[in-house]
């Protein structure tokens, strides 16, 4: 496997279920982050872990965990979604450097839809 | 606020020339990236731009303007595979990417 992994690529789940949304990367980088980018809207950051420390979660509902095991891996746990939480989620990893911004490199996402 | 600007959709004819625009207002600046996406898959990297000028790359260049906070992203040689979604993104202040919103560029024969 090269690159940003993610697993599973499509889910239908119900507003009762629990699922989680897994993400690899492959590239030795030390930031991973996900997205939710829905349809004609901007990519919206939802969580950043550097080092496998959460830096960033912007305002995002507590039906969404997000959980970093390793530099490597990275979980979005999932439940009592809503279906406005449909959209495509992405994960994406980079190599943070001091002081200098940083490409991003995405994983092909998960489509989800909530029922 | 934070904001990106870019338009929609554009339309463009194989062979020929298309200038993508996107302008900013952000707290701060660290570099602007220009991603492309095609349907149903991951965005892939195509340019940064950090000081003012024309970065050049093959048949796809990108121009900064800092002071006019304005970006464009050139695309030449216009080939049917170069239809997707291209996105413009800045680094702010805490070095996170703020991202627009896509501009969906359809390639006519």
């Known amino acids: 496997e090269t690159g940003v992994t993610q697993t599973p690529r499509h889910l239908v789940m119900g507003m009762t279920n629990k699922k989680s949304l897994k993400c690899e990367q492959h590239l030795g980088h030390n930031a991973m982050y996900w997205y939710k980018q829905s349809a004609k809207k901007p990519l919206e950051l939802m969580f950043v872990?550097?080092?496998?420390?959460?830096?960033e979660n912007n305002s995002v509902p507590s039906r969404f965990s997000p959980e970093c095991p390793n530099s490597s891996h990275l979980f979005l746990h999932l439940h009592t979604l809503q279906p406005e939480d449909s959209a495509l989620y992405l994960c994406a990893s980079s190599q943070e450097k001091r002081d200098l911004p940083y490409e991003q490199y995405f994983g092909p996402g998960t489509r989800l839809t909530v029922t | 606020g934070q904001n990106i600007d870019q338009p929609t959709e554009m339309t463009a004819t194989e062979g020929a020339i298309v200038q993508i625009n996107c302008t900013y207002q952000?707290?701060?600046?660290?570099?602007l990236f220009w991603y492309q996406q095609h349907a149903g898959e991951a965005p892939t990297f195509l340019s940064y731009n950090v000081l003012d000028g024309l970065e050049e790359k093959g048949r796809f260049s990108s121009f900064l303007s800092r002071s006019k906070g304005y970006s464009y992203l050139l695309l030449k040689e216009l080939q049917m595979k170069d239809s997707a979604s291209y996105l413009c993104a800045v680094g702010d202040s805490n070095y996170q990417l703020i991202w627009g919103a896509g501009t969906k560029l359809i390639i006519k024969p």
């Open positions: 872990y550097n080092f496998k420390e959460q830096t």
């Open positions: 952000t707290s701060g600046f660290n570099g």
